[in-house]
């Protein structure tokens, strides 16, 4: 009965500093960080209560992941149906966009206008094959289709 209690204290120990390391790197979900430690072995029964702990300590918050994750592709020109789906994929299922893409680009309209530009240069003349080409690239991005249509007026694009 005490192997049992020393057991379960090494493996406590152990999937702390496996997932301090983790979490020394970058941030994780609680989703991911239980995730990789199933993958190794580790029993969910012992990992969940580590965890609960790592997030009180302030060593792992879900909402300092969601804005990290977001932030980062913000930057790289995802819209916000694409980064709401991920995350919420990562576990994260509550999480307010707008004031990330506030700080990062300005507004949704600013970012898929970059991205638009960047992508077709400032071409205001095509036809609507072309557009719809266009079109599914940006949707495919995470933005919506209102978003996008917003986007052909604002820009004075003639098809």
Request: some cysteine; hydrophobic content about 40%; charged content about 30%.
């Amino acid at each position: 009965m005490n192997e049992d209690k020393d057991e379960i204290h090494v493996s406590t120990a152990k999937i702390n500093q496996v997932c301090i390391g983790l979490l020394s790197r970058r941030e994780h979900s609680q989703k991911e960080l239980l995730n990789k430690l199933l993958e190794k072995g580790y029993s969910k029964d012992i990992i969940l209560p580590v965890i609960e702990a790592l997030v009180l300590q302030g060593w792992q918050s879900d909402a300092r992941y969601a804005e990290s994750y977001a932030r980062y592709r913000i930057q790289k020109g995802y819209g916000p149906l694409w980064i709401t789906y991920e995350l919420k994929k990562k576990g994260i299922d509550a999480f307010i966009l707008d004031e990330i893409i506030l700080k990062a680009s300005g507004s949704w309209m600013e970012l898929l206008e970059q991205v638009y530009i960047k992508k077709y240069g400032y071409e205001l003349l095509m036809d609507r094959q072309e557009w719809a080409r266009r079109s599914r690239f940006l949707l495919h991005r995470g933005f919506s289709g209102a978003m996008i249509s917003a986007l052909l007026d604002h820009l004075n694009i003639k098809l």
